[in-house]
């Protein structure tokens, strides 16, 4: 079998790395985990999930209380709405010429004048009741 000779040594054979030593490697120095390090982190982790957990809930209910205002706002623009097209009404009937009419004659006992009872009055260009 072939068995691995050594090579002759060489003038520059001195400069270069021999293959057949291994290389020196650093040990690591095992890490010690520091009682108060994790002591630290794990205060530092809740804290952070303390004030997350905090800032969640102060969002949320501000958030339910805007809601909460939105919908009154709403339900009293609603109402405000409902009366106002109630006053429409009511105005649009004060109004029509055709209930004032029937009212005229139902309840006043009123009657449309006869044409001789109607007079036509002439009315100057120069009248007070015309505005330039």
Do not use: G
């Amino acid at each position: 079998m072939y068995k691995h000779r050594p090579e002759k040594p060489t003038p520059l054979s001195a400069y270069k790395k021999t293959a057949n030593k291994p290389a020196k490697q650093k040990q690591q120095a095992p890490l010690k985990l520091n009682l108060n390090s994790v002591f630290i982190t794990s205060i530092i982790c809740i804290a952070i999930l303390f004030v997350s957990s905090f800032s969640y809930v102060t969002l949320n209910s501000q958030v339910l209380e805007a809601q909460h205002q939105l919908k009154l706002t709403n339900k009293i623009w609603q109402e405000s709405l409902s009366q106002l097209n109630k006053l429409t009404s009511i105005l649009a009937q004060a109004y029509d010429l055709d209930i004032i009419e029937e009212k005229a004659v139902n309840e006043l006992l009123m009657h449309k004048p006869l044409p001789h009872q109607i007079v036509y009055i002439d009315i100057k260009k120069e009248s007070f009741t015309e505005y330039e």
